[in-house]
């Protein structure tokens, strides 16, 4: 499986962005991972293939979501109220199937909240 993720860029303190994920075949989970400068790489969020269960770190539940289309094998992360702390390269992830680990990973999409 391949992974395509884009939508990072420039943004002010509280604005948003929405990042893009497609992956070139059919997943089971999909997720956001993280990872700032000189910090290690930390969980965002993460959806199953039917959206009834997501997952969220807890710093970031309320201003950021993972919506998915599964007919475009495609899943998003809407970031709202961003804050400089957020700025990180962005990361998909995805996993074939229920119970296996994040296997395939996209080449990261560089998010930048300036102050």
């Known amino acids: 499986v391949q992974l395509q993720a884009s939508g990072g860029g420039l943004v002010q303190t509280g604005g948003s962005l929405r990042l893009s994920c497609a992956a070139s075949?059919?997943?089971?989970?999909m997720g956001w991972f993280r990872q700032a400068p000189g910090k290690e790489r930390e969980f965002v969020s993460s959806?199953?293939?039917?959206?009834?269960?997501?997952y969220y770190a807890d710093s970031l539940k309320g201003r950021f979501t993972i919506p998915r289309d599964n007919a475009k094998n495609t899943v998003y992360l809407q970031m709202d109220n961003l804050k400089p702390e957020d700025t990180a390269v962005y990361y998909c992830a995805v996993k074939l199937k229920i119970g296996e680990s994040y296997n395939y990973w996209g080449q990261g999409t560089l998010v930048t909240v300036s102050s």
């Open positions: 959806i199953n293939w039917s959206g009834d269960a997501t």
């Open positions: 075949g059919r997943t089971y989970g």
